[in-house]
């Protein structure tokens, strides 16, 4: 599987982006994508995620620092994940990557975890300015 993110930049603070994150693969329906970030100096975040279940349709799940700023959407047809983000803070300045998810358990504890995702995109830097 192939991930190809798209979509950051420089923004104000209050602004929004909405990142993009296309996929290789015939099952992308099958997958869990998620979105992490790393901001310099820091540990890889959990962001948000779009459970495979229901056919890709399934649950959508957020970390507490962006939950209700945040929406994660897919679009199983173009094989593409959203990621809207909405009132952004300088805090939000990172290098944002999605993250395809093919097998373990859809359960909220594992689909936050990094270390269970088995492919990554490149990373898109996200800049906040205060």
């Known amino acids: 599987v192939q991930l190809q993110a798209s979509g950051g930049g420089l923004v104000q603070a209050g602004g929004s982006l909405r990142l993009s994150c296309s996929a290789s693969g015939r099952t992308f329906n099958s997958y869990d994508m998620g979105w992490f970030r790393q901001a310099p100096g820091k540990d890889r975040e959990f962001v948000a995620v779009?459970?495979?279940?229901?056919?890709?349709?399934?649950?959508?799940y957020y970390g507490d620092s962006v939950k209700g700023r945040f929406t994660i959407s897919r679009d199983n047809a173009k094989n593409t994940v959203y990621l809207q983000m909405n009132a952004l803070k300088p805090d939000d300045t990172a290098v944002y990557y999605c993250?395809?998810?093919?097998?373990?358990?859809?359960?909220?504890?594992?689909?936050?975890?990094?270390?269970?995702?088995?492919?990554w995109g490149q990373g898109t830097l996200v800049t906040v300015s205060s």
């Open positions: 779009s459970s495979r279940t229901s056919g890709g349709t399934g649950g959508k």
């Open positions: 993250a395809v998810r093919t097998r373990g358990r859809t359960i909220v504890g594992a689909m936050k975890e990094n270390r269970t995702y088995d492919y």
